[in-house]
């Protein structure tokens, strides 16, 4: 267990080395996620454990965190809690992605170091619903009115042509 997270790890020697990180990271350190919040208050919680199946590098664990959102139904601002559960095959190729069991996702690395604050952004903005909304209705039901019928005819641009057409005057 680290300390501190690191910037940027190597899951292949994190998981020949069985290492586990967990700790907070900032909400403000993630600059894709910023767009999605109402503010960057608060704090994610990341529990990790790197290991080996066989060659293949995996990163299994949870994150747990709040974020502020703008409700798709009333537009005022709501906490939105996350709990992910991730189970990451580390693979370099999309061939290599393809032949994965289907319980673990791909995680396609080219490089040797990857980013961890990346990782973690790429999982929270996958767990986040399209469009979220409060669990209880906060809109009201639009109250029904009385209807008022008219019996005027819609304004035809073609009644004058029908009226010339009865008189003859065509």
Not at 10 to 16: K, V
Not at 54 to 67: A, C, F, K, M, V
């Amino acid at each position: 267990m680290l300390g501190r997270l690191p910037n940027f790890i190597d899951p292949h020697a994190f998981a020949d080395k069985r290492r586990q990180l967990s700790g907070d990271i900032a909400l403000n350190q993630f600059s894709r996620l910023s767009d999605v919040l109402s503010d960057d208050q608060g704090s994610v919680n990341i529990q990790l454990s790197f290991l080996k199946n066989r060659r293949l590098s995996l990163i299994q664990g949870d994150i747990q965190t709040e974020l502020r959102v703008d409700c798709q139904s009333c537009l005022k601002i709501m906490t939105l809690p996350l709990a992910v559960s991730i189970n990451l095959a580390v693979v370099e190729s999309l061939a290599q992605a393809e032949k994965l069991a289907s319980e673990y996702d791909p995680l396609i690395v080219n490089e040797k170091k990857i980013s961890l604050i990346n990782v973690i952004e790429d999982e929270l903005l996958l767990a986040i619903p399209d469009f979220p909304r409060h669990e209880h209705l906060c809109l009201e039901p639009a109250k029904q009115t009385d209807v008022i019928e008219t019996t005027t005819e819609p304004n035809n641009p073609f009644s004058i042509l029908a009226q010339l057409k009865n008189t003859g005057d065509l």
